[in-house]
Nanobody, 124 residues
Framework: QVQLMESGGGSVQAGGSLRLSCAAS????????MGWFRQAPGKEREGVAA????????VYIDSAAGRFTLFQDNAKNTVYLQMNSLKPEDTAMYYC?????????????????WGPGTQVTVSS
């Protein structure tokens, strides 16, 4: 059974950094796709970034380009979302998700398993 668990969220001031982690079990991140999504209050969920087999990483949100990076530790079966220069508009619940079909896109409907999420709050 696939289980995903995010951690690393918190409250920071604008300009700060956070590193989100997503630990997977029952699913190998070394040769599969993991995505990050976020949902702010009153807004639709949006795809943030995805990484495939630790070799191909894509950041989908234009405003996050250059600020967010993805990487993974196959030995820990964990993927990470490093977020730098955080802005108040980055405030949201962040979720990681596993795509068994390895499409690794930005649409949540393509992902099969989800973690419970971790809250990120950025104050100005």
């Amino acid at each position: 059974q696939v289980q995903l668990m995010e951690s690393g969220g918190g409250s920071v001031q604008a300009g700060g950094s956070l590193r989100l982690s997503c630990a997977a079990s029952g699913y190998s991140v070394s040769n599969n796709c993991m995505g990050w999504f976020r949902q702010a209050p009153g807004k639709e969920r949006e795809g943030v970034a995805a990484i495939f087999s630790g070799t191909t990483a894509t950041v989908y949100i234009d405003s996050a380009a250059g600020r967010f990076t993805l990487f993974q530790d196959n030995a820990k079966n964990t993927v990470y979302l490093q977020m730098n220069s955080l802005k108040p508009e980055d405030t949201a619940m962040y979720y990681c998700a596993a795509d068994l079909g390895s499409r690794c896109g930005r649409r949540g409907s393509e992902y099969n398993y989800w973690g419970p999420g971790t809250q990120v709050t950025v104050s100005s």
